[in-house]
């Protein structure tokens, strides 16, 4: 009896219907600055069919959802995550002691985990193994439960860089190469695009500076040149990939705008002239706040990071908040993004709270990571908010995340593309 409980938590079976009619007491749709109060939504065949005012009747055909005591959204998009991994005690030795078997089983959990709290569409950026291309897969074909993901697989970085997979592993005394997702120069960054493709990644995620996690001292400093940015993104366009560049620091943060990459992760020292930059150039800014008070309290704690990562983490932490803030002020695009993995997954909603106490209102935060990620990711046709001909991607949440935005962490109600994954 045990075991089999265990099973129904971990991997909940789905409720799916040809047609549902869903009662909403408060309808945010994604797009409106005021919600609306008592809608019916009809969905049909993943699609929504019609949002009609009253709660109407519903017809033979139809699976009525009683949502009148809560208040109903698009489904959830996180713009940061990477599903194939979490932060915990042993982190730094996982990748030497584990086999990518362990780490995909695993991956199976941090899906569930982030459907279950509402976010139905996700970017995964950065992945080993390609295992994210996997588990993408394996959801779109149905085998397991998880978010709609948009995956970048391998990160590129230069040799030493962030994403370099072997200044975790001291084994590796050789330099690595573009199939690893290493590439010094820009001949080398066309390859690492190319294989990214092959290895059929939707997007290209680059490591334009330093980061806090990696096993190294430098945080900020920019590790591609101009010129290896340039073609990274060339090269990314013509596979109709997008780029999205972690940066912390401006030089590097600076030179990947310049070179038209379409997010910023992170964005934590970011100058008002690279604010202006990418106000003038539609780049978004993807926050994370949430990693960075992750790492800021896990600075504090003996022993819970290595000792080269503890003065980056008490030091960017803090600063994100500060840059949102301006960055916010500034008119600088904003989507939603957690980083989580980093932070434990199925939290993503608490970087809400973040950005309300930063400066945005709540409803301008729920934006983000509705129709504003989409246009992120230029799916705003088909996803990012409720209206009649999108996908049927649907959640709602006990109470008003109007008044109060951490009712963002209290979801009861997951459809997604017209299935149901989550009742109150």
Known sequence: MRMLALFLVVVPL???????????????????????????????????????????????????VD??????????????????????????????????????????????????????????????????????????AGYIEGPRIYTAAKSIATTGGHADPSSANSSIK?????????????????????QRYKDGADLIKI???????????????PQFTAEELDMIVRIANDYGFHVAAHAHGGEGMKRAVVAGVRSIEHGTFMTDEIMRLMKRKGTYLVPTMLAGQWVYEQAQIPGALPELIVPKALTVGPAMAKTFGRVFAAGVKIAFGTDSGVSEHGRNAEEFALMVNSGMSAMQAIQSATIEAARLMQIEDTLGSINVGKIADIVAVEGDPLQDINAMNRVRFVMKQGNVYRQP
């Open 14 to 64: 789905s409720t799916a219907a040809d047609d549902y009619l869903i009662h909403a007491g408060q309808l945010i749709d994604g797009i409106s600055d005021t919600p609306t109060q008592e809608m019916s939504i009809l969905v049909s065949d993943g699609l929504i069919t019609g949002i009609e005012q009253g709660f109407i009747a519903a017809t033979e055909s139809q699976a009525v």
């Open 67 to 140: 949502l009148r005591a809560y208040t109903v959204l698009p489904g959830l998009m996180d713009m940061h995550v990477h599903l194939n991994d979490e932060q915990r005690p042993g982190y730094y030795f996982d990748r030497v002691r584990l086999q990518p078997s362990d780490f995909a089983f695993r991956s199976v959990g941090y899906a569930h985990r982030t459907l279950q709290a509402g976010f139905t569409t996700v970017r995964n950026l950065g992945d080993h193994n390609n295992l994210t291309v996997a588990l993408r897969n394996a959801i779109n």
């Open 174 to 194: 050789r330099a690595l190469g573009p199939y690893e997702g290493v590439a010094d120069g820009p001949w080398a960054g066309a390859q690492a695009v190319r």
């Open 207 to 221: 490591t334009a500076t330093g980061g806090v996690l990696s096993n190294a001292k430098h945080g900020l400093n």
